[in-house]
């Protein structure tokens, strides 16, 4: 007997689904403003050294004060980093007097322009010029807490189970990214910021398993296509949080906010059924099950919803086991299946976020930028939808990767002067790549057993924080040849098409509920329901 079996009977997407994926959506909607959190919290505003323990004795202005203590740049910008070892007063009588003045790093701090924002790390701190680096590695730092975090919040859902660890990833997060807001050091806000990514990336991992393994077969491709979108409006409505609020500490707290309404709701959240019986815990499994027949009007089903119906679905090799990261290599299917999906989500965020990272040409300011960036993901993950169930999870898989490594070939060979059409490709590029992504997060959720899929969906998570945190690395290769970066990035793009073709397909197929069903070919590519 199969779960499907028991979701058939009593509604596997009606009202109590529809809750379920309502509740999760509002919690991941914090997810991406965090993601992209540092575009503007560590942005970096117009600056150039202070001059106000400039000697005044001319009762100069202060474009007069800059003109003298600031030496230019190439496009006529004073420079950001340099100033004069003494005042030059003659530029004031000829701006072009100045070429041999001996120059020195800032002495007294920067100044910086608070017209865009009006307070930033960077400029709290002071991370620009030689302490640059710093302010780069903030968002690395948070995305390391993130690759961590997937591994832990994984493995524990999959043993404590999915509601207590959605609870745990809600308040931590929350309460994580509400400290940073009163960091005092940098030294302190990089710490509180890899917690928060530690943290939150719970919400990821154990909310799209719940709504997964809660909804029919039938229904999945339209889960996985929600969870997709709420990435996309999370991303949209940051750009119009960050345009109204220009603090980075009123900022954060702004998007962190809607954490409080995703445990308000908490209380309405079931458990996954599905774990709760492959861990034996048939009484729990019971009660969730009657409340979704109740909800979804299908009361002539409850009284069949008893132990003795539910302990028919659990196969012995799941009593009295814990699971832990170590199954996912222990038998040949599934040391493949894990092998593969982790190189998969390897090279899809390293495609996805190379190219989001190296989009260029637009001419627009950073918010309608960043509002650009997420729009253009609304065709991608809607034309998904249709996709899935029409050519399959497998071929949606590497039609959108080939075409991402299409896009940015063109780009590599398309000549630099024609930066109108060079512009449109990579926004189509970034389609294509956002389309993979939307793809694979239901994909490998359905190729993992119930007993290891947090597991599974953790270590996936991880290697496809790994390739978040390498692809601006790959960016820099643009100083050994300039379009090495895009080379790189396409030859990823093929490398990950390829791994999805050797992937079984799952459309049309019952979930897999242990590591025996994956061994024993009842989970496979002929199988129908």
């Not at 000829?94 to 400029?123: E, H, L, M, R």
């Not at 943290?199 to 719940?210: E, F, N, P, Y």
């Not at 098409?497 to 397909?505: I, M, N, Q, S």
Request: with cysteine; charged share 15%.
């Amino acid at each position: 007997m199969k779960f499907e079996n028991v979701l058939a009977d009593i509604n596997g997407f009606g009202k109590f689904q529809i809750m379920i994926i309502a509740i999760n959506f509002l919690g991941r909607f914090t997810l991406p403003c965090h993601f992209m959190l540092n575009n503007f919290v560590a942005a970096i505003p117009t600056h150039h050294c202070d001059t106000s323990s400039l000697d005044d004795f001319l009762n100069l202005s202060q474009a007069e004060r800059i003109t003298v203590s600031i030496p230019v740049e190439t496009d006529g910008s004073p420079s950001s980093c340099r100033m004069f070892a003494k005042p030059q007063y003659q530029l004031l009588l000829n701006s072009s007097d100045a070429t041999d003045a001996s120059t020195v790093p800032c002495q007294d701090g920067w100044v910086y322009d608070n017209t865009t924002f009006k307070s930033t790390i960077t400029s709290e701190w002071d991370l620009v010029c030689d302490r640059r680096g710093k302010n780069k590695a903030t968002a690395t730092i948070f995305f390391v807490g993130v690759m961590f975090g997937a591994i832990a919040f994984g493995s524990l859902s999959d043993r404590f189970g999915r509601r207590i660890m959605l609870l745990v990833s809600y308040v931590s997060g929350m309460l994580f990214a509400v400290a940073s807001v009163f960091s005092t050091t940098y030294v302190m806000f990089a710490v509180l910021r890899f917690f928060t990514g530690f943290c939150i990336t719970g919400i990821v991992i154990v909310s799209s398993a719940l709504c997964v393994e809660w909804v029919d077969i039938e229904h999945r491709k339209l889960v996985g296509v929600i969870d997709s979108l709420s990435w996309t409006f999370g991303n949209t409505g940051f750009a119009a949080i960050a345009y109204f609020v220009t603090d980075w500490r009123w900022l954060i707290l702004s998007v962190t906010s809607p954490l409080i309404l995703a445990i308000i709701t908490w209380r309405w959240m079931p458990d996954s059924a599905r774990w709760l019986i492959a861990n034996g815990k048939l009484d729990q499994a019971e009660t969730y099950l009657k409340k979704c027949a109740k909800i979804n009007q299908r009361e002539d089903f409850i009284h069949t919803l008893n132990e003795e119906t539910l302990s028919m679905i659990v196969v012995k090799e799941t009593r009295g086991r814990t699971y832990t990261y170590l199954d996912l290599v222990r038998t040949p299917k599934m040391r493949k299946i894990a092998l593969k999906t982790g190189l998969l989500w390897l090279c899809i965020a390293t495609t996805f976020y190379g190219i989001s990272f190296n989009i260029a040409g637009f001419g627009l300011n950073i918010y309608l930028t960043q509002f650009t960036y997420a729009i253009i993901e609304l065709p991608a993950k809607i034309s998904v939808y249709y996709l899935l169930d029409k050519i399959g999870r497998r071929n949606t898989e590497v039609g959108a990767l080939l075409l991402s490594a299409l896009c940015l070939g063109i780009n590599i060979v398309m000549p630099k002067d024609m930066s109108a059409a060079r512009t449109v490709v990579a926004v189509v590029g970034k389609g294509f790549s956002s389309a993979s992504f939307g793809t694979v997060v239901l994909y490998s959720s359905e190729l993992f057993p119930t007993v290891v899929r947090q597991n599974g969906m953790g270590y996936n998570s991880f290697m496809g924080r790994f390739g978040v945190a390498v692809s601006p690395l790959i960016l820099l290769l643009d100083e050994v040849w300039k379009e090495l970066p895009q080379v790189v990035l396409c030859s990823t793009a093929i490398l990950g098409g390829l791994v999805a073709k050797t992937l079984a397909e799952t459309r049309n197929r019952c979930l897999p509920e242990t590591i025996e069903d994956v061994e024993e070919m009842q989970f496979n590519t002929n199988q129908k329901v």
